[in-house]
């Protein structure tokens, strides 16, 4: 463990960095507020710059994280927790429970980590979601799906990002991806006797919304717009962001998400929400208590002014967050793919003459000699480049995402 001379800035512990493009934002904002320590299996690297001191656990389970904690703690006082990363939210939680600091009481993180649980919780509070069954074997989700009606989302219990989200319309689709949805790895997780997750398909748009809640309050930040790709999965493809989305306002929405953060005892942190815009009104599809991925939050900070790393990390230590919009802008973000399985890379980047004013990143994710898939084979990993854009309308906004998708340039080996 290493520690540098403390400063007057508060001290957060941070539970595993992340991917480099899809966390280092936030990181680098809350290291201008806060000292960082970061609680994480592996030595840091591009992370050392944002950081007071780290501690590298054997991994990163609820004991070694804990015992870190506390040895960070028995020096220095501790102001927050916090963790970004689906499988750690838990062990953040734990940390804030055995220290006193701030934070949602671990019972109910789990209750978002467990999609089963998660629905139960809801079912009992009769708040809308789709209907569902869990199976724990093939006979057992063939006969959830004939009851619920064809066709069904098959999902796994506690897993994140769609791995295994797949819609299936009929036994034999079923009986084709049940093993892999089942056999969906997730670190850190209970042991579950039944651990597919069958629901009823709802066939309509679906947002994500960012939120911060203090106290049992959610202030609703972020609406996040999705496209999906690659049918019968559910692979996150791009989202747009509008600083005026009138889901941030609307009173239907607003009371939905207050009484899903109450049913599930969530108080204090921040959430990422995923509804479906159905005609009856929206219904939930899953909480994730934590910030949301894909780079939404940054879609939000381009398109607001708001800032999503010194949001969350004021609500991990007792603060109030500063939410106030300081920009009304719209911002999208497009994710690229390789053409087929196990595709080797030969060259890749953007095109980038006469580009639109809108256009805010361009960046390739693989170089020559990787090989990635599409799903269902690969799924963040089998990205190989993203592109944003920042403009004043919306239409201007995905002009400029268009015209990186026709910007981009790639080759690959044997063509």
């Keep these: 463990m290493t520690l540098t001379r403390p400063d007057d800035k508060p ?40 950081l007071s001191g780290h501690s590298v656990v054997p991994d990163t389970g609820a004991g070694p994280v804990l015992a870190a904690a506390r040895e ?9 927790v ?88 009929d036994a034999d689709e079923l009986a084709d991806q049940f093993a892999a949805t089942r056999d969906v790895h997730v670190p850190h997780n ?14 309509a748009p679906e947002v994500s919304v960012d939120a911060v809640v203090r106290g049992g309050r959610v202030t609703p930040l972020f609406v996040g717009r999705k496209e999906v790709g690659f049918p019968p999965y559910f692979e996150e493809t791009g989202h747009r962001v509008s600083a005026d989305d009138p889901l941030l306002h609307d009173p239907q929405a607003l009371r939905l998400l207050t009484g899903i953060h109450r049913a599930l005892g969530v108080t204090d942190g921040w959430t990422h929400t995923e509804l479906r815009l159905t005609a009856e009104g929206p219904k939930l599809i899953e909480v994730n208590g934590r910030v949301g991925g894909d780079l939404i939050p940054y879609l939000g900070l381009r398109a607001t002014g708001t800032d999503p790393g010194l949001a969350a990390a004021d609500v991990a230590c007792g603060a109030e967050p500063d939410t106030a919009p300081r920009r009304d802008a719209h911002a999208a973000i ?12 030969a060259a890749l980047d953007f095109d980038r003459t006469e580009l639109p004013a809108a256009i805010d990143l361009l960046e390739p994710l693989v170089g020559p000699g990787d090989v990635v898939s599409p799903p269902r084979k690969g799924l963040i990993d089998g990205r190989i480049a993203l592109a944003t854009a920042v403009a004043d309308t919306a239409a201007e906004c995905a002009a400029a995402i268009d015209h990186a998708a026709r910007a981009l340039r790639l080759t690959v080996e044997g063509s």
């Design 11 to 50: 001290l957060l512990l941070i539970i595993t960095s992340g991917l480099r493009r899809y966390r280092e934002y936030l990181l680098a904002s809350i290291a201008g507020r806060y000292r960082v320590h970061l609680i994480d299996a592996t030595a840091p690297t591009w992370e050392l710059p944002y």
């Design 72 to 80: 960070v703690a028995a020096r220095q006082p501790v102001a927050g």
């Design 82 to 169: 916090m963790s970004w990363h689906e499988e750690h939210i838990v062990q953040a939680a734990l940390v804030a429970g055995e220290l006193g600091l701030p934070g949602t009481p671990p019972d109910a993180v789990r209750r978002c980590r467990d999609k089963y649980a998660t629905r139960t919780a809801l079912a009992e509070a009769d708040l809308p979601q789709p209907e569902f069954a869990l199976a724990g074997s093939l006979e057992e989700a063939l006969a959830a799906a004939d009851k619920l009606g064809w066709p069904v989302v098959i999902k796994p219990r506690a897993a994140g990002g769609s791995q295994g989200v797949v819609l299936v319309h």
């Design 190 to 203: 209970p042991d579950f006797a039944e651990l597919v997750l069958v629901e009823e398909y709802l066939d």
């Design 334 to 345: 497009r994710f690229f793919y390789p053409p087929a399985d196990d595709t080797r890379i």
